[in-house]
C-alpha cells in the first residue's frame, strides 16, 4: 500500500501540475472554456459568466498549489480532500458533456494536448482511482521536507503563480500552441493534403412500406424500395480530416477578400473579436500604432465580429483610419488573446503578434504598399471583355 501511494502521489501530483501550469499559461482561453460550460445549453449557469476569468485563474493556481502541497506531503487532509472533490466534480462533468455531447474539447491540457469528451472523461475515472488510493492511504503521504518550510515553499509557489498569470493576461501566452503561432502560414494550414481521409456518413432513410414503417441505413445512396419517403436522419461516424484553421475569413459586404489579404506582404491584423468590449486604452495605443503603419506603407485592416453599427461608433470615437472587415468570434479569439491585439503578416505567415500594451514593440519599416489584387483581377477581366466586344464588333463590321 505504501508503495502504491508513493506511485499515486507521484503520478496524481505530476498531472495536477501539468494541467494547471498550461492552462495558466492561457488563462482567457481557459476562460472562454469555463463560458462555453457556463452557457444555456451546457450547465444553464450564465450568471458566473462575468467571473470565468477570475474562475479560470483561480482554478488553474489552486490546481498547481494541491499539485506541490501532495508532492511536499504538506496538509495531506485538506490535500486529499480538495483532489477528491475537484476529481468528483470534473468526472460528472466530463460525463455530462461526452454522453450529450454538448462541449467538444473539455479544455483539460488547454491547448497543448486536446482531448475528445470520452477522452477526458477515461482521464479522470483513471485518475479517481489514484485519488481514492491516496484518499485511503493518506497515512502514508508523508513530509519530504521539514514542515517549517512546506509553508515558504507553498507561498513562494502561489506568488509565482499570481505573478505569472498577471503577465500572461498583460502581454500573451509565453508558450503558443494553437494554430495561428508565429511562423504559421495561415493559408498552409486551411490547405487539406491530397489523400487525406474525408468525412463518412449513414444515412437512416425511413420510409412508409405498405403502411408499416421501415427505417434502411446507407452510406449516403438513395434506397431503392418501393414506398413513401418520411425523413432521413444523419450520424458522422468519421469526420475525416480537418485542417488546423478551418473558420478563418475575411470579409466585407458579401465579398471574400481572404486570399488577397494572404497574398499581400506587409500587412497589420488589427484584431477586436468584439468592440464593445476593447479596451479603451488599448483602443488609444491601437490609434497611434496604426497611423504609423500606414504611413509606413503597410496595409492595415480591422478584423472583428462586431456589427457596421458598432464600426462605426468606434471609427469616429477614436479617429480611426483603417477599415474593418468581419471575421468569426471564435476564430479572432483564437488568432490573438487580446482585445485590441496585433497581427503581422507577410503572404499569410504570421511574422509578429503582439498585446495592445506591447503595441510600441512593433517593428515598422518603412515598405511599399502592395496593389489590391481583387480590383486589378476585375480591371483585367474588363479590359478582356472590352477587348472581345470590340474584336465581335469589328467582325461584324465586316
Known amino acids: 500500500m505504501k508503495i502504491l501511494v508513493g506511485f499515486s502521489r507521484i503520478f496524481v ?35 458566473l459568466i462575468p467571473f470565468a476569468l477570475l474562475l479560470a485563474v483561480f482554478l488553474c493556481v489552486f490546481e498547481i498549489i494541491v499539485g506541490v502541497t501532495l508532492l511536499l506531503g504538506y496538509l495531506p487532509k485538506f490535500t486529499v480532500w480538495s483532489l477528491l472533490g475537484m476529481i468528483v466534480f470534473f468526472t460528472f462533468l466530463t460525463f455530462y458533456s461526452a454522453y450529450f455531447n454538448k462541449v467538444t474539447d473539455c479544455g483539460c491540457f488547454g491547448d497543448a494536448l486536446p ?51 498577471y503577465h500572461v493576461l498583460m502581454h500573451l501566452p509565453t508558450f503558443d500552441f494553437r494554430a495561428y503561432k508565429i511562423g504559421t502560414n495561415i493559408q498552409e494550414g486551411m490547405s487539406v493534403p491530397e489523400g487525406a481521409p474525408e468525412a463518412e456518413f ?33 450520424k458522422m461516424i468519421n469526420e475525416g480530416y480537418i485542417p488546423p484553421i478551418h473558420d478563418f475569413a475575411i470579409e466585407k459586404d458579401g465579398q471574400d477578400y481572404t486570399a488577397e489579404f494572404l497574398e499581400r506582404e506587409n ?40 456589427s457596421p453599427q458598432e464600426v462605426s461608433q468606434k471609427k469616429a470615437q477614436y479617429d480611426l483610419s483603417f477599415d474593418f472587415y468581419s471575421t468569426d468570434e471564435t476564430a479572432l479569439k483564437t488568432i490573438l488573446r487580446s482585445n485590441p491585439g496585433i497581427v503581422k503578416l507577410n503572404k499569410g505567415i504570421i511574422t509578429e503578434k503582439l498585446h495592445w500594451n506591447d503595441a510600441d514593440k512593433l517593428i515598422l519599416d518603412k515598405v511599399e504598399r502592395s496593389k489590391p489584387i481583387i480590383k486589378e483581377t476585375v480591371e483585367v477581366e474588363i479590359d478582356t471583355l472590352s477587348v472581345d466586344t470590340l474584336s465581335v464588333d469589328s467582325e461584324k463590321s465586316n
Open 202 to 234: 449513414e444515412y437512416f432513410w425511413k420510409f412508409d412500406i405498405d403502411g408499416k414503417e421501415e427505417i434502411i441505413k446507407t452510406s449516403g445512396e438513395y434506397p431503392q424500395v418501393k414506398g413513401k419517403y418520411i425523413e432521413v436522419e444523419t
Open 115 to 165: 482531448l475528445t469528451p470520452w477522452e477526458s472523461f477515461t482521464k479522470d475515472v483513471i485518475l479517481l482511482v489514484f485519488i481514492l488510493i491516496l484518499f485511503f492511504g493518506r497515512k502514508y503521504i508523508t513530509p519530504i521536507l521539514q514542515v517549517s518550510f512546506h509553508k515558504w515553499i507553498v507561498f513562494a509557489c502561489f506568488t509565482a503563480c499570481l505573478g505569472f498569470a
Open 267 to 306: 500587412v497589420v491584423l488589427i484584431v477586436m473579436y468584439n468592440l464593445s468590449k476593447s479596451e479603451g486604452e488599448g483602443m488609444n495605443a491601437i490609434k497611434g500604432l496604426t497611423d504609423k503603419a500606414l504611413s509606413q506603407g503597410y496595409d492595415v485592416i480591422g478584423l472583428t465580429a462586431s
Open 13 to 47: 501530483a505530476a498531472l495536477f501540475l501539468f494541467s494547471g501550469f498550461i492552462k495558466l499559461n492561457d488563462p482567457l482561453g481557459f476562460s472562454y472554456k469555463l463560458q462555453e460550460y457556463f452557457s444555456e445549453g451546457v450547465l444553464n449557469m450564465e450568471f
